[in-house]
Nanobody, 125 residues
Framework: QVQLVESGGGSVQAGGSLRLSCAASGYTYSSECLAWFRQAPGKERDWVAGTYAGSGATGRYYADSVKGRFTISRDNAKNTVALQMNSLKPEDTAMYYC????????????????WGQGTQVTVSS
C-alpha cells in the first residue's frame, strides 16, 4: 500500500522559512515524480514543484510563483522529498500536499495517483 506522509508545516511571519518533508513508502517505479501541491481555502489545488528521477535523468520544476524562493530536493535512498521554502509571503498560506506518480511531472492534480494527508502552512504579514 502506497503511503505519503508530510511533516514540517507551521506558522511563520512573512520573510521567514519553513521546510516540508514527505516520506514515501509502499511502491517502486523505474521512473517517478514526487511533487508538492497547495490548496488555499476556497481555491483550487495548485502545482508548486516537482522532482523527476528515472532512466538516469533527473529534473526539478517549479511554479513561477515560487521560483527562486522554494527548492525541492529528494533523497532516493530514503524515499523522501523535501520542500525548502524561503522568503515566505502571506499568499503562500495553504495546505501543502505531497503527491506521487510513475513517469514525468505534469502539473494537473488529476494526473497524480497518490497523495499525502497535507500539512498546513500559515504565513502572517
Amino acid at each position: 500500500q502506497v503511503q505519503l506522509v508530510e511533516s514540517g508545516g507551521g506558522s511563520v511571519q512573512a520573510g521567514g522559512s519553513l521546510r516540508l518533508s514527505c516520506a514515501a513508502s509502499g511502491y517502486t517505479y523505474s521512473s517517478e515524480c514526487l511533487a508538492w501541491f497547495r490548496q488555499a481555502p476556497g481555491k483550487e489545488r495548485d502545482w508548486v514543484a516537482g522532482t523527476y528521477a528515472g532512466s538516469g535523468a533527473t529534473g526539478r520544476y517549479y511554479a513561477d510563483s515560487v521560483k527562486g524562493r522554494f527548492t525541492i530536493s529528494r533523497d532516493n535512498a530514503k524515499n523522501t522529498v523535501a520542500l525548502q521554502m524561503n522568503s515566505l509571503k502571506p499568499e503562500d498560506t495553504a495546505m501543502y500536499y505531497c503527491a506521487a506518480r510513475p513517469g514525468g511531472c505534469p502539473r494537473a492534480p488529476s494526473e497524480y495517483n497518490y497523495w499525502g494527508q497535507g500539512t498546513q502552512v500559515t504565513v502572517s504579514s
